[in-house]
């Protein structure tokens, strides 16, 4: 898609947002020398209204980066202004910019106080220069140009000053929205990143489960069919031809599985693309571990119902772990039996043997990581899975998934 060119005129406006500073002072400069030009001309400016004129309007370049500061500078020279000199500065528009400025930038007392300020200002400004008062030597000919004059004068500087400040908290308005706003947007994004953060461990634990179990069991299944067919190469050859096309028919299953997963991680979508091994193809699971010379069996109680298929795959799943579990640990004389109990709300899984036991879990030679993945599938599905020796010795895994979910 072709970019659009930022307008100049937009291009200009953003570099000067970006440095408020450097535009504050420039447009204080050429406030400044525009007044002196228009009025300092004509005037007759001596050293100390230069003087008053700077301290008036080098302040506004940091009305916003320090408005307080900048406002009291202000003051302070407006008072120096009506003790000192006895002409109008044209400097003195800098005050009701400050009032502004304190309104839009400044804390909230301080707008109150700038608006104080001003009026007050707007007062003495008024007795001073309409009403012909001095403040260094008192009272001339106030009466002289008479009372109402004053009054009207002082009342008109007010209401501009009150106008000033009423833009500036409008501007304060619109700063405060904008800031939530930003703020809200960084929260967002924020939250954004924390999701999909999540949904990546969410996705590799997912996977790491799926390796492990697909790789670790076949890889059980196909060790525990090459050490009988050694031993059975000498005595009997018929076995151990048996054993080695269990070995190939394990190898090509897990190399399927295995590209079903691969495929899930390049493509996306994960029950897409391979059908996966739902409680219907636990006899042909336990079949195949028969087959590899551990003694098994099934049990199956209650009528199969029907059930979600990212469960049933954790059921399945369940009973392969804890076989290859078996063929792993429970020594070489076990026994196992596997038990899906199709109970009124859940299907419970029992994978029991008679093997060492406890006695294994002494000396942990994997690790670990498959009675882990097993509670995390039980648990996506609302269920729960305990393992441990069981009392008289052997092993025991019993899981819970709920046909529904609750909420
Ligand atoms: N049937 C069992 N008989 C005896 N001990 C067992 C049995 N099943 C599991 N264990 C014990 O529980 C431990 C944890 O099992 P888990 O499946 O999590 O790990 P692992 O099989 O050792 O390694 P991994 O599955 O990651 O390859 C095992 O190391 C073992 O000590
Ligand atoms: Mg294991």
Redesign the pocket.
């Known amino acids: 898609m072709p970019v659009e060119p930022t307008p100049p005129l937009t291009r200009l406006a953003d570099r000067l947002r970006a440095r408020p500073f450097e535009v504050d002072i420039a447009l204080a400069a050429l406030l400044g020398l525009g007044l002196l030009a228009l009025f300092g001309a004509t005037a007759s400016y001596g050293p100390t209204e230069w003087l008053l004129s700077a301290g008036l309007l080098a302040p506004l370049a940091w009305r916003r980066r320090a408005p307080v500061p900048a406002a009291g500078v202000v003051v302070v020279t407006g008072l120096a202004e009506l003790l000192l000199s006895d002409q109008f500065l044209a400097g003195n528009v800098a005050a009701p910019a400050m009032v502004y400025a304190l309104a839009a930038y400044g804390p909230r007392w301080a707008a109150r106080a700038g608006l104080g300020a001003g009026l007050v200002g707007a007062g003495l400004a008024a007795l001073r220069y309409f009403g012909g008062y001095s403040f260094s030597s008192g009272p001339a000919d106030l009466y002289g140009r008479g009372l109402l004059e004053v009054v009207v004068t002082a009342g008109g500087i007010g209401v501009l000053v009150l106008a000033s400040w009423s833009m500036g908290m409008v501007r304060r308005g619109r700063l405060q929205r904008e800031a939530a706003l930003r703020e809200r947007a960084q929260l967002l994004e924020l939250e954004r990143d924390q999701e999909l953060r999540l949904a990546a461990s969410t996705e590799r634990a997912r996977i790491a489960r799926e390796m ?1 179990d697909v790789v ?1 069991h076949s890889l059980s299944v196909v060790i525990a069919q090459a050490d009988g067919g050694r031993y059975a190469g000498r005595t009997d050859p018929e076995a151990a031809v048996g054993a080695l096309e269990q070995i190939s028919s394990t190898g090509r299953q897990a190399l399927a599985d295995m590209r079903s997963l691969l495929g899930v991680l390049r493509e996306g979508d994960a029950q897409q693309f391979a059908p996966q091994p739902d409680v219907a193809a636990v006899p042909a699971l336990v079949e195949d571990v028969r087959r590899s010379g551990l003694d098994v069996d099934l049990l199956t109680e209650g009528e199969p119902v029907e059930m979600a298929g990212g469960a049933q795959l954790a059921a399945y799943r369940i009973v392969q ?2 076989l ?3 063929l ?4 070489p004389a076990s026994r ?1 039996w596997v038990r899906l109990q199709w109970r009124a709300d859940a299907l419970e899984v029992s ?1 029991l ?1 008679d ?20 509670r995390e599938r039980a648990v996506l599905h609302g269920g729960r899975l305990e ?1 441990g ?1 069981r009392h008289g010795g ?2 025991g ?1 019993h899981a819970v998934l709920p046909y529904r979910r609750r909420r």
């Open positions: 492990h670790a772990e804890s290859t579990n078996v792993k640990h429970a020594g196992a994978v043997d093997g060492r036991g406890a006695a294994a879990m002494l000396a942990p030679d994997g690790n670990g990581q498959g009675v882990i993945g097993m393992t020796p052997g092993f895994v």
